[in-house]
């Protein structure tokens, strides 16, 4: 389930019936609430510009603003990404 908080830690471009997309979003949802932070996802077949750029590679994963994954999200990263010092909370 995404979240829609004003300013996530997490954003995850996505797109409707991508299965990568939801195997990223249940280890994101599950590594976020560990963290205490938060997520929210972007579908990029709502903006074409987004969907021309991201189009191959959904999910996409940001993290503080900075691309962090794509396809696939690295479990050991992202949970090391939202522990590092200076993360916002």
Same mark, same amino acid.
């Given at each position: 389930?995404? !979240?829609?908080?004003?300013?996530?830690? %997490?954003?995850?471009?996505?797109? !409707?019936?991508?299965?990568?997309?939801? %195997?990223a979003l249940e280890t994101i949802a599950r590594l976020t609430t560990e963290a205490h932070t938060s997520y929210e996802t972007v579908d990029i077949d709502a903006d074409p510009a987004l969907r021309a750029q991201w189009t191959d590679q959904v999910?996409?994963?940001?993290?503080?603003?900075?691309?962090h994954d794509f396809w696939r999200v690295d479990e050991n990263r992202l949970r090391a990404a939202?522990?590092?010092?200076?993360?916002r909370s």
């Open positions: 389930m995404s !979240q829609s908080p004003s300013n996530p830690r %997490v954003r995850v471009y996505v797109r !409707q019936n991508c299965h990568l997309c939801e %195997v999910p996409v994963t940001f993290v503080d603003g900075v691309q939202l522990a590092a010092p200076g993360a």
